[in-house]
């Protein structure tokens, strides 16, 4: 199955910009059950989650990014979304769409995120 990220780009200091995962191939029934979220990787780091959604409606943010992201599923146009507002130097990384469902870990391609000061 194959996730398409979008949506990076260069912002300045308190911008925003919203990411995009479509599933486009992924069947409604299956995308509806799978967890999707985003991780992000800074050059030298590891990759870490930023915020996940899951399918009874829960929702986890990475306490860096709470109160400034908003994740959020569009299940009839199999597209998950991150708002990412207030954003701020140490938010530059690489941002990859993630889903999971019975043990099986979906990747998109990573899109760029640069935040300049």
């Known amino acids: 199955v194959q996730l398409q990220a979008s949506g990076g780009g260069l912002v300045q200091t308190g911008g925003s910009l919203r990411l995009s995962c479509k599933a486009p191939r992924m069947i409604t029934s299956t995308f509806w059950a799978t967890a999707f979220g985003w991780y992000r990787q800074a050059p030298g780091k590891q990759r870490d989650m930023v915020s996940e959604?899951?399918?009874?409606?829960?929702?986890y943010y990475a306490d860096s990014v709470k109160g400034r992201f908003i994740i959020s599923k569009d299940n009839a146009k199999k597209t998950v979304s991150l708002q990412m507002d207030s954003l701020k130097t140490e938010d530059t990384a690489i941002y990859y769409c993630?889903?999971?469902?019975?043990?099986?870990?979906?990747w998109g391609e990573g899109t760029q995120v640069t935040v300049s000061s």
């Open positions: 993630h889903g999971r469902r019975g043990g099986i870990d979906y």
């Open positions: 959604i899951r399918p009874d409606g829960s929702i």
